[in-house]
């Protein structure tokens, strides 16, 4: 077994601001995830990294940047915090980047004033 | 439009009684995995499935490649059974993503 954990669980920043969310995984599974989570709405993938040092884009890359400094970690920054933007943010991770389970951590609630 | 389209988007069940979610992909699928979303957020893995059929306890799934959809069966609905349940494919074209429907939310009644 394993656990994903994300900080912070609450991000609150203010318009333009430049945010930072970390994400951990103790599997010593090789593909890491990030995905968006709207009110009432489905995930959407951002990036992924199916190694160290590896980025791969997602559908909604867009006004985020990505890190794979370790192969248990996983940073999204948020370039510039747009105003009266909700989401939570979801990690994942799976064993490689063939078919495999994606496994998910808590997630982390943003909230830009 | 929509590559996955959950069914139905929200539903009320009484305890005890049975039901049935669907997804239909309109994206070539080789994977789907069935979340269940607790009120705090965190996803909890239900299934991963191949083209087939899976059970756990009161939960059944079973993925039609051929026919693009996958279902989620409920028997004997429980309270804790309540949240929001999440289908997701992985598509033929680049199946390290997860391609999302909208969610079911279910809300159980005693």
């Known amino acids: 077994g394993g656990i994903i954990t994300q900080t912070p669980k609450f991000l609150i920043g203010q318009e333009g601001q430049k945010l930072t969310l970390k994400c951990q995984q103790n599997f010593n599974h090789d593909t890491m995830y990030w995905y968006r989570q709207d009110s009432g709405k489905g995930l959407r993938l951002i990036y992924y990294?199916?190694?160290?040092?590896?980025?791969q884009k997602g559908d909604l890359s867009e006004g985020y940047d990505a890190s794979r400094e370790k192969k248990s970690s996983f940073s999204l920054t948020v370039t510039s915090a747009q105003k009266n933007e909700m989401a939570v943010f979801l990690c994942?991770?799976?064993?490689?980047?063939?078919?495999?389970?994606?496994?998910f951590g808590p997630g982390t609630r943003l909230t830009v004033l | 439009g929509d590559q996955v389209k959950q069914s139905p988007s929200a539903l009320s069940l009484q305890e005890g009684t049975n039901s049935a979610l669907r997804c239909n992909f309109s994206?070539?699928?080789?994977?789907v995995q069935w979340f269940l979303q607790n009120p705090r957020g965190s996803l909890m893995n239900l299934f991963y499935l191949v083209p087939g059929t899976k059970e756990n306890g009161r939960l059944k799934s079973t993925f039609n490649s051929k026919e693009s959809y996958s279902t989620l069966h409920i028997r004997d609905a429980q309270l804790e059974d309540s949240g929001t349940y999440f289908c997701?494919?992985?598509?033929?074209?680049?199946?390290?993503?997860?391609?999302f429907g909208q969610g079911t939310s279910l809300s159980v009644v005693p």
């Open positions: 997701a494919a992985s598509p033929s074209s680049s199946f390290s993503k997860l391609v």
């Open positions: 990294s199916i190694t160290e040092n590896d980025l």
């Open positions: 994942a991770s799976s064993i490689d980047s063939g078919r495999y389970e994606q496994y």
């Open positions: 994206i070539a699928t080789t994977t």
